[in-house]
């Protein structure tokens, strides 16, 4: 084994297994952390929906819940 670390050809070929574990590592990483940060833009995403979702919820029931206030028309109604 030590034989073949100390040719030439030996040598240039543990460097490019090397250099191929170091690039794959860098891609394995970088994968993992993309996939980490999809999946927290997509719960940041879930929760702003929920969120306006109740701001819009507590809108109406406020908008409803104030007796001095005109109903909305009745489209379908003809009176």
């Known amino acids: 084994?030590?034989?073949?670390?100390?040719?030439?050809?030996?040598?240039a070929g543990a460097l490019l297994v090397?250099?191929?574990?170091?690039?794959?590592?860098?891609?394995?990483?970088?994968?993992?952390e993309g996939r980490a940060a999809c999946l927290a833009e997509g719960e940041r995403d879930v929760l702003d929906t929920i969120y306006r979702a109740d701001d819009a919820?507590?809108?109406?029931?406020?908008r409803?819940?104030?007796?001095?206030r005109?109903?909305?028309?009745d489209t379908?109604?003809?009176d």
């Open 57 to 62: 919820r507590a809108d109406a029931d406020r």
């Open 64 to 68: 409803n819940d104030d007796a001095g």
């Open 76 to 78: 379908f109604r003809r």
């Open 1 to 11: 084994m030590l034989t073949l670390l100390a040719s030439p050809l030996g040598r």
């Open 70 to 73: 005109l109903r909305d028309d």
């Open 18 to 32: 090397g250099v191929l574990a170091l690039s794959g590592g860098i891609y394995l990483k970088g994968r993992m």
